[in-house]
C-alpha cells in the first residue's frame, strides 16, 4: 500500500483534523508500543500499520 492510500484511508476513518493527531499521539499494542508514525518510522510496511490500526479501533470491513 502507498503512503499516501495510507493517509487517505486514515482521514476517511478519523476525520482531517483527528487522523495526524491519533496517529502521532495513540501508542498501540498491535504495533509493539509504538504510535502509528513511531511504526512507520521504524520501517513498518503500510499495509500492517493499517491493519494494526484496522484491528484496534475496529474499523468497519467496507473500510479495510
Do not use: N
Not at 502521532?24 to 493499517?50: C, F, N
Request: with cysteine; glycine share 6%; hydrophobic share 45%.
Amino acid at each position: 500500500m502507498r503512503l499516501t492510500i495510507f493517509w487517505e484511508r486514515m482521514r476517511a476513518q478519523f476525520g482531517d483534523a483527528y487522523a495526524d493527531s491519533f496517529a502521532r499521539d495513540h501508542v498501540m499494542a498491535e504495533l509493539g508500543g509504538r504510535t502509528v508514525h513511531q511504526a512507520l518510522d521504524d520501517g513498518w510496511e503500510t499495509k500492517d500499520v493499517w491493519r494494526a490500526v484496522c484491528a484496534a479501533m475496529d474499523v468497519p470491513a467496507a473500510r479495510r
